[in-house]
């Protein structure tokens, strides 16, 4: 029988989770964090909900990962995240010890790699994951705004 929890599946969850910040006129960033195949966590951006510059998708999910599981240690799972995390994200990724980020993507001037972040060196990464949907799904909200 085919495994159907794929990366691409996830991620669908994932980008779910944008729309809903997207139809918030948030920055459609969408996040779902998965241990044994099952999500136990979501989240997206909720900046202008809440004015508060650190309310990114994967600090909600971060948290609320935490709180499921009893422990402030994600190891053992996996987020899926939209959009490459931002520098701060990675660093509460690092502090986390997430086992793996699998994220859509990339974000080539305000990512955590064009920053100069890091994320725990035992936290594996897979990039690229849906990532033209990702992109698209930014762009649209982008030029939306400029109009």
């Known amino acids: 029988m085919e495994n159907i929890f794929t990366h691409e599946y996830f991620m669908k969850k994932a980008l779910n989770e944008a729309h809903i910040a997207f139809e918030k006129g948030?920055?459609?960033v969408g996040v779902v964090v998965v241990v044994n195949d099952k999500v136990i966590?979501?989240?997206h951006n909720l900046t202008e909900m809440l004015t508060d510059v650190t309310a990114h998708a994967e600090?909600?999910?971060i948290t609320a990962a935490a709180n499921f599981l009893g422990g402030k240690y994600l190891t053992g799972c996996?987020?899926?995240v939209t959009l490459e995390p931002c520098q701060m994200c990675a660093g509460a990724l690092y502090w986390s010890q997430v086992s793996k980020v699998v994220y859509g993507a990339a974000d080539d001037h305000r990512g955590y790699r064009a920053m100069g972040g890091k994320l725990h060196p035992k936290t594996e990464v897979v990039t690229g994951v849906m990532a033209e949907e990702c992109s698209s799904l930014m762009k649209t909200f982008f030029q939306q705004r400029r109009r």
Do not use: D, N, S, V
């Open 59 to 61: 600090m909600q999910a």
């Open 26 to 28: 948030e920055i459609p």
């Open 41 to 43: 966590a979501r989240g």
């Open 78 to 80: 996996t987020l899926y």
